[in-house]
């Protein structure tokens, strides 16, 4: 079994998107981010710092606390929705420019 796990050791790539806050929240304003390839991790950087991995949780690092959100992932694992109760937790405040770096298998 170790060996399985060890043989993609090394294979690992990183890309880099982004996207621009919208000030909604909510199921019925779901933020998405669609990738190329199925992530590993995903971490989205704006005014806070937020952690994703194909788990149904984004969690969000703010200053001196912490939040989550909901998410969803499509089947095929390239796309994730995820929503919260607040701007801030959702990673989608208004105007706010949001770098998302995700690491995936190669």
Request: proline share 2%; with cysteine.
């Amino acid at each position: 079994m170790q060996q399985t796990v060890l043989a993609g050791a090394g294979n690992c790539r990183i890309a880099v998107t982004g996207y621009t806050g919208k000030g909604k929240y909510g199921i019925e304003n779901s933020n998405q981010l669609t990738f190329q390839y199925p992530p590993l991790a995903v971490f989205i950087f704006g005014e806070d710092v937020g952690l994703m991995s194909r788990g149904k949780r984004l969690y969000v690092v703010r200053s001196g606390s912490t939040a989550s959100a909901e998410a969803t992932w499509a089947a095929d694992g390239k796309s994730v929705r995820w929503h919260s109760g607040h701007a801030t937790a959702q990673m989608n405040v208004e105007n706010v420019s949001y770098t998302v770096v995700y690491l995936y298998q190669a």
